[in-house]
């Protein structure tokens, strides 16, 4: 499901400090050598969790990009697997009842700690709530996981983003202080894309591209007889 642009997310994406450091300065870097296992295990779901308790004893330095993937290479993953806690955090913010947002907000964070909205939603309200430490800490978090989808600079096919999911191809726009006007799916090469079309607050128009191969295949799964327990395959409108 596409997360729509809401009033909040786009005051909290517009935010100076939030938009000057996701554009330049989100922490990315991996996490030092002596926290990192000494092999990774095998077992998708042992690796992540490996690579989870690292990126929680060094963050906000920590490999966010290998986090992700290893988070979407799991059985259990899910693309809609928050949707229901991340659509009450949303409401809930927009309400400004920080004290639900926040609930809410660690409650996605602990099923799926690579969600970038959750991390930026828990700034804002430990913020509100006088938590400067807890409030630096998540937004660091969440800017250091969007950084991460950069794997090129986004304007063409050779060089794209690369999302496990399509609600990061939005946060990564909103971070960007950018509104998307229009969405396409492009084939090359045998590679599949999200051709995301967004405008500036000046109205400069640009089409970024996210790879998305992971992504359907994660839906294709989804749509095998038998795999849908509940609720459908995603939906790829915007």
């Known amino acids: ?20 450091r996701a554009a330049n300065e989100a ?5 030092p050598s002596e926290h990192a296992p000494a092999a ?14 690292t990126a929680k004893s060094s ?9 992700r993937m290893a988070f979407a ?6 693309l809609t697997g928050q949707d229901v806690m991340k659509g009450e955090m949303f409401k809930a913010v927009e309400a400004a009842d920080c004290a639900k947002a926040l609930t809410e907000a660690k409650a996605v964070i602990a099923e799926a700690f690579v969600d970038a909205d959750a991390h930026l939603v828990a700034a804002y309200c430990d913020e509100k709530q006088g938590d400067g ?57 045998g590679h599949s894309y999200d051709a995301i079309t967004a405008v500036t607050d000046k109205g400069e128009s640009a089409t970024y591209y996210f790879l998305l191969d ?19 395959p995603p939906g790829r409108s915007p």
């Open 1 to 20: 499901m596409r997360r729509r642009l809401t009033p909040f997310l786009c005051a909290l994406a517009l935010s100076p400090a939030l938009s000057a």
């Open 27 to 31: 922490p990315v870097a991996t996490a």
């Open 40 to 53: 990774a295990p095998a077992d998708p779901e042992a690796r992540y969790q490996a690579l989870l308790a």
């Open 59 to 67: 963050a906000p330095y920590s490999d966010w990009q290998g986090l």
């Open 73 to 78: 290479e799991r059985p259990g993953f899910k």
């Open 133 to 189: 430490a807890g409030a630096t800490l998540e937004r660091d978090i969440g800017l250091g996981l969007l950084k991460s989808i950069e794997t090129g600079d986004g304007l063409s096919p050779s060089s794209p983003f690369t999302v496990i999911d399509v609600d990061e191809e939005y946060a990564l726009m909103r971070a960007k202080g950018l509104k998307v006007t229009g969405q396409a799916l492009v084939q090359r090469d």
């Open 214 to 232: 992971r992504v359907l295949a994660a839906e294709a799964k989804l749509m095998t007889p038998g795999a849908v327990s509940e609720g459908g």
